[in-house]
């Protein structure tokens, strides 16, 4: 399939945003499933290198992407369709930025401190918090992760449905594979 460089996604965006999900998919099955999947516990420490990446390259797209238009939806999308797709792209990022600080203030805010570097090349220092603080911070992480797989799961079925059903472009703005 063929796009104009007008209707699809530049490759940094394209670059941002797959790197970003597959960070955040791992992220999240480490972070869902580690009570219940004990032997994911050991994955805890590069969980939180994952977060700092994801927060890192988060503001790195954000930024793109207030220098950068996002391409125009198809014509004919109704104003609903595109009220739902920029609320839960606005709100993705947020998360994006609100899962990795929680995280943070998480382990911060602690009596029993555990160390928190990136992938063991630096140490990431601790946020100046209480154990209050630590706490919301604990209650609020696991609350966003719960909303954040709820929105990747609605992200993928519009996308899905996109591509599948309504066989139009969305899908192809972000794909790498596709060429300009």
Not at 61 to 75: M, S
Not at 78 to 85: D, F, I, L, T, Y
Not at 134 to 159: N, P, R
């Amino acid at each position: 399939m063929l796009l104009d460089r007008t209707e699809r996604y530049s490759t940094v965006a394209i670059w941002f945003h797959w790197t970003i999900a597959l960070l955040v998919v791992l992220n999240l099955a480490v972070g869902l499933l580690s009570d219940p999947i004990p032997a994911l516990r050991p994955w805890m420490a590069a969980h939180k290198s994952i977060g700092i990446t994801v927060l890192v390259l988060t503001f790195g797209r954000i930024a793109w992407r207030l220098a950068h238009r996002a391409p125009p939806l198809p014509a004919g999308t109704q104003a609903w369709e595109k009220g739902v797709a920029h609320a839960t792209h606005w709100t993705l990022y947020l998360l994006l930025v609100a899962m990795p600080l929680t995280g943070w203030l998480m382990v911060s805010g602690t009596d029993k401190r555990r160390p928190l570097d990136w992938f063991g090349l630096f140490d990431i220092p601790y946020l100046p918090v209480s154990k209050a603080a630590g706490g919301f911070g604990h209650e609020a992480h696991g609350v966003l992760g719960w909303l954040m797989l709820a929105l990747v799961v609605l992200h993928v079925a519009a996308a899905l449905r996109h591509h599948l059903i309504l066989r139009d472009t969305v899908l192809a703005r972000m794909a790498p594979m596709v060429r300009r």
